[in-house]
């Protein structure tokens, strides 16, 4: 017998069931990846696209996952479904071929939010009014994610990168110079966020909770150079 938390008190089901095979089913989702595409237009334009969507963050493919029939644990019924959302990654390119050898470049993007859950712990005596028993193998708390499994995310990444290069030629040699400034706007986009609620009940529960833990960097200059012979 088991019974699962949530932030408001009890959620779920209580279980009460014999040990069974294991078996896993998983449901491959649809993914789309459209591009990139490319335009070359008259004046020195050079322009490409491209779009991807998929069922994991970042836009990649990936799947549905259905353990509800593995009841080697019964808290395994516990998130067994996950139903991975689909997220769609854009990027916009676009350089233009000025006269001397002179390049100039840049690139849009915008990607999925980070995705987070919400842990929260529950001590022995939170749970032992519900479970009808003290947590198993002497355990004081119980960390529990109450949210389900990639169903919370973050605000868009958003960047934009230029590059401007110049080639220097030395008869069947060539020397090609680059400046490149990332993150021109200075996103401070969060791409990790704190999961961490904290223990329930208590007068800190949520304090860090969804407080970033990592950003965007911030703009950078970088200098390069090719030599070809």
């Known amino acids: 017998m088991f019974s699962t938390y949530g932030a408001g008190g009890k959620s779920g089901v209580v279980i009460t069931s014999p040990r069974f095979i294991s078996d896993t089913v998983t449901r491959k989702m649809l993914s789309v990846n459209a591009g990139p595409l490319k335009i070359k237009v008259t ?51 676009a350089s233009y071929l000025l006269p001397y050898d002179v390049q100039l470049a840049g690139v849009f993007q915008t990607n999925p939010g980070a995705t987070y859950n919400a842990n929260v712990t529950y001590t022995n005596a939170q749970v032992q009014p519900s479970l009808g028993r003290p947590l198993s193998g002497g355990a004081a708390t119980v960390n529990v994610n109450v949210v389900s499994p990639f169903s919370q995310y973050g605000d868009r990444v958003n960047q934009f990168d230029l590059r401007a290069g110049k080639i220097f030629r030395f ?25 961490t609620y904290g223990t329930f009940g208590t007068a800190t529960a949520g304090s860090i909770f969804r407080q970033p833990t990592q950003v965007l960097d911030g703009r950078l200059v970088k200098f390069s150079f090719q030599f070809d012979f």
Not at 73 to 93: E, G, M
Not at 172 to 188: C, G, I, P, T
């Open 43 to 93: 004046g020195g334009w050079n322009i490409g696209t491209a779009v991807q969507t998929g069922t994991t963050a970042g836009g990649t493919a990936g799947s549905r996952q259905n353990n509800c029939f593995v009841v080697d644990s019964p808290q395994q019924l516990f998130n067994c479904d996950i139903k991975v959302p689909f997220q769609n990654r854009v990027k916009f390119a």
């Open 171 to 195: 008869g069947s040699k060539r020397l090609q110079a680059n400046v490149d400034l990332y993150n021109v706007l200075n996103f401070n986009s969060v791409v990790n966020y704190n999961s």
